[in-house]
């Protein structure tokens, strides 16, 4: 039996920067079995000068026979969902960049693609020119993975690196990623921590074999941090890093978190710096195993759905061997661990309960603890923590 394609026609729907990105690619190496038949777009007259063939209408992608591959690459979740859905219900192989889309609706689209017998690949969509997922499916199909963490976010990291190299202020570091494109207008997704929570949940899907919903999963960011945390991380000899972990706290249980991190220098992602994402995997055996590419830009997440292209010429498909183990992990909040914790007032000081303290400072302008917290309990109260004039992150004693 033949397991190849011949030619492969894209069906695209959107051309923003990923859309570009992929269509300069193309071009520019000139494959010989990959070309873009047609491009759906919501406003056509924007688009009339790129050289392909467009429509505002997504049924003239669904219609048109020549169309064997569908490649998704719009930012409006439900509109994602939507196409995804219908095209692997109709049979038809796809291509997906969209991580929000897929962590709110993993586990639905899995059975649908198990069930029409079709590919869903979608690489691209966590750590940008990292192939995390393909090498999680592909090396790491056993039970001796402990953790999967790192920097899965370019533009977050971009204005650390900023702030801590270049002693620019956060304020000016978020205004240049929003110049050169590397943050949106609305930086939320990027400096909340949400962008890292919905790649972790796709990573984590193929590490471990479990599905776990957003709300599930304790999310904080960066957009609280002020120059009095920056200054405790340099006095402290540490860098702040957004860092997005899923980590076996013991044989049968899993835990997963997005917050910042007071990383010390020994540590790999120490040096990952600008738009860049690195992710470390640690084993039982073969200890840790470092991933280190560009996390942003047109042309590197381009290329990354280039290959989850390529690979529909040889049928190529995930297995989620780890999903259908019998020896899957317990996720789990019920764990402690230590943090950095900056309050203002008094009474932000209340909102959580320590364990134990270990340091604690007061002055005129700050004061912070740091101590032992249970993630449980940050989990419960994460909207209040992410409101209040307080930042905090996890203090790793090494």
């Not at 600008?274 to 991933?291: H, P, R, S, T």
């Not at 900056?342 to 209340?350: G, I, N, P, S």
Request: hydrophobic share 40%.
């Amino acid at each position: 039996m033949n397991n190849t394609m011949k030619q492969i026609n894209i069906g695209m729907f959107g051309y923003g920067t990923v859309g570009k990105g992929l269509h300069d690619v193309l071009k520019q190496i000139c494959p010989e079995n990959v070309r873009i038949e047609q491009v759906c777009v919501l406003h056509t007259e924007k688009h009339q000068d790129i050289g392909l063939p467009i429509t505002n209408r997504p049924e003239d992608i669904f219609n048109n026979p020549a169309v064997n591959l569908i490649v998704e690459l719009i930012s409006d979740e439900e509109a994602a969902y939507c196409i995804v859905k219908h095209a692997l219900q109709k049979g038809l192989p796809v291509v997906s960049g969209n991580k929000k889309m897929l962590a709110n609706h993993l586990e639905e689209l899995i059975e649908i693609q198990e069930r029409q017998q079709v590919a869903l690949l979608y690489d691209a969509s966590a750590c940008g020119s990292i192939p995390v997922i393909r090498n999680l499916e592909e090396y790491y199909d056993n039970d001796l993975l402990i953790s999967v963490k790192g920097i899965l976010n370019g533009s977050s990291n971009f204005i650390l690196s900023k702030v801590f190299n270049e002693n620019m202020s956060y304020k000016d570091a978020l205004q240049l990623a929003q110049q050169l494109g590397f943050a949106e207008a609305d930086p939320t997704l990027d400096i909340g921590g949400w962008d890292t929570l919905y790649k972790l949940i796709i990573i984590t899907m193929h590490a471990f074999g479990i599905y776990i919903r957003p709300e599930q999963i304790f999310t904080f960011g960066i957009g609280n941090m002020k120059e009095c945390d920056i200054n405790f991380a340099r006095e402290k000899r540490r860098r702040i890093k957004v860092v997005g972990c899923a980590e076996k706290i013991d044989s049968e249980h899993l835990s997963l978190s997005v917050m910042p991190q007071l990383i010390s220098r020994q540590k790999y992602i120490y040096s990952v710096e600008d738009e860049f994402n690195g992710v470390v995997i640690k084993g039982l055996f073969y200890y840790k195993q470092f991933m280190f590419g560009r996390g942003a830009g047109g042309h590197p997440t381009g290329s990354a759905v280039l290959s989850d292209i390529t690979a529909q010429l040889y049928r190529y498909k995930y297995e989620y061997k780890k999903r259908n183990s019998l020896r899957k992990p317990t996720f789990t909040n019920d764990f402690t661990f230590r943090i950095y914790y900056r309050y203002t007032r008094k009474e932000d000081l209340r909102l959580i309960s320590f364990v134990n303290i270990e340091e604690s400072y007061n002055s005129a302008n700050n004061n912070y603890i740091v101590g032992t917290v249970t993630m449980a309990e940050l989990l419960q109260k994460a909207d209040t923590l992410r409101k209040a004039d307080i930042f905090l992150a996890a203090y790793p004693l090494d």
